[in-house]
């Protein structure tokens, strides 16, 4: 039989849009955490306390000490694409902050009952507002939609509640309130050892003694022996890899790579074709620091924890941990593995943050290179005895 007569095409609904970008961005409670950390981080905030019920599905709350939010910006606060830290798209490349979509809050928005009260230094009083699918929401059904004076501290105070209520199908796939609270703490673990200046502290509305507590002003050495035991803490070594000056002295002295060969190309044995094809893809300036802080031969687990953070911005990527966790192979016991935390710095051109909106997949240049002159680096520091210049033993 002849194939049916098609169905003609019709936009989708706004409301319906809307709600599958955001399950896109927020799949569960610890993907709305992270999106909200990363504003509080944006915001310079030191301290970051996060308060939780059933495991973040009934609420999910957020208070910072950052910069505050203005009153005149909270109309536009959960609208789609409205943000405060980029406004061309060549901002994009040399982007300082995590935020630039726009699209955290208004996502929630759009599957949660989201308020927002928030008070800039300086300002006499603090602001609240409520918020449903992108706009300003009266508190409650007949009330103005307004925002409202009230006391509060400086800083800002976000409040998720009933996280996908307009979404039964995702709620229903959360099954375990308890595995939700796991993966919050798991989040609030990873920032607060990337972040040991700022202090965080996860709590259950239930209870009064929190899950997570640091204290600000850390190093990075004293949270993971508090988060992650002083059995990691005191075997760790810290790593430090980056570009070599060589490579950044030839780049500075022939920006273009259009000169002469130099000696450093004839010592590289690499032709100048070769070193033109790479400019092309490198900015002239490319340069890249890793920093990492991996156990030692005398800790191993069953499991590999690895932390990434790709220019502050906590990233996975399997090629690199398994890269990594083959450093360890020869030197652990069989079927155990290695705790560590790499932070990559890397000219922010040669980052393609834009892949997708939850930011979580990060493709860079030259990824092959810098992993293993990182692996060479912990393998380095890991066979050495003391005195290399390339890692340092924490106290
Ligand atoms: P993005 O972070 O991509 O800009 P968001 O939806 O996460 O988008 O946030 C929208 C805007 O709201 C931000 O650009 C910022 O101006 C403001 N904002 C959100 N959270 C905070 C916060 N905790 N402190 C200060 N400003 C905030
Ligand atoms: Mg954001």
């Keep these: 039989s002849p194939p049916p007569a098609p169905k003609p095409i019709r936009r989708l609904d706004e409301s319906l849009i809307n709600?599958?970008?955001?399950?896109?961005?927020?799949?569960?409670?610890?993907?709305?955490?992270?999106?909200?950390?990363?504003?509080?981080?944006?915001?310079?905030?030191?301290?970051?306390?996060?308060?939780?019920?059933?495991g973040g599905l009934k609420l999910l709350q957020i208070q910072d000490n950052g910069c505050g939010i203005r009153k005149a910006d909270l109309p536009l606060l959960a609208s789609r694409f409205a943000t405060s830290?980029?406004?061309?798209?060549?901002?994009?490349?040399?982007?300082?902050?995590?935020?630039?979509?726009?699209?955290?809050?208004?996502?929630?928005?759009?599957?949660?009952?989201?308020?927002?009260?928030?008070?800039?230094?300086?300002?006499?009083?603090?602001?609240?507002?409520?918020?449903a699918?992108?706009?300003?929401?009266?508190?409650?059904?007949?009330?103005?939609?307004?925002?409202?004076?009230?006391?509060?501290?400086?800083g800002t105070t976000i409040i998720v509640e009933d996280l996908f209520h307009s979404t039964p199908l995702r709620l229903a796939a959360l099954k375990s309130t308890s595995e939700e609270y796991a993966r919050i703490l798991d989040v609030m673990t990873r920032y607060a050892v990337h972040n040991p200046s700022v202090s965080f502290v996860c709590k259950k509305a239930s209870s009064t003694t929190p899950d997570l507590s640091t204290?600000?002003?850390?190093?990075?050495?004293?949270?993971?022996?508090?988060?992650?035991?002083?059995?990691?803490?005191?075997?760790?070594?810290?790593?430090?890899?980056s570009a070599s000056s060589k490579k950044s002295r030839k780049r500075k002295a022939d920006p273009k790579g259009k000169g002469k060969a130099t000696e450093d190309d004839m010592e590289d044995g690499k032709s100048q074709s070769e070193d033109d094809q790479s400019e092309d893809d490198v900015p002239d300036d490319a340069s890249w620091k890793a920093h990492a802080y991996v156990s030692g031969v005398?800790?191993?687990?069953?499991?590999?924890?690895?932390?990434?953070?790709?220019?502050?911005?906590?990233?996975?990527?399997?090629?690199?941990?398994?890269?990594?966790?083959?450093?360890?192979?020869?030197?652990?016991?069989?079927?155990?593995?290695p705790f560590a935390y790499l932070s990559l710095h890397i000219d922010p051109r040669?980052?393609?943050?834009?892949?997708?909106?939850?930011?979580?997949?990060?493709?860079?240049?030259?990824e092959e290179e810098i992993t293993q002159r990182v692996c060479d680096a912990i393998q380095e520091g890991l066979t050495s005895n003391s005195g290399s210049r390339t890692f340092q033993?924490?106290?």
């Design 19 to 54: 709600r599958i970008a955001a399950g896109e961005i927020i799949h569960r409670p610890a993907s709305a955490l992270k999106e909200l950390l990363e504003n509080c981080l944006d915001a310079k905030s030191t301290s970051i306390r996060v308060t939780v019920k059933d």
């Design 85 to 131: 830290k980029l406004s061309s798209f060549s901002d994009l490349s040399s982007l300082q902050t995590y935020g630039f979509r726009g699209e955290a809050l208004a996502s929630i928005s759009h599957v949660a009952h989201l308020s927002v009260i928030t008070k800039v230094r300086g300002d006499n009083c603090a602001w609240k507002a409520h918020y």
């Design 133 to 154: 699918d992108g706009v300003l929401a009266p508190p409650k059904p007949g009330l103005s939609v307004d925002p409202k004076p009230c006391a509060g501290n400086d």
């Design 215 to 241: 204290p600000s002003g850390n190093t990075v050495q004293q949270i993971i022996s508090l988060l992650y035991g002083s059995h990691v803490g005191k075997e760790l070594l810290h790593v430090i890899a």
């Design 298 to 337: 005398n800790y191993h687990a069953k499991k590999m924890t690895f932390l990434l953070f790709i220019n502050n911005r906590l990233v996975e990527s399997p090629r690199i941990k398994r890269a990594i966790e083959a450093v360890y192979n020869p030197i652990l016991p069989k079927g155990t593995s």
């Design 350 to 366: 040669a980052v393609d943050v834009n892949v997708h909106p939850t930011k979580r997949e990060v493709h860079f240049l030259d």
């Design 393 to 395: 033993y924490q106290t």
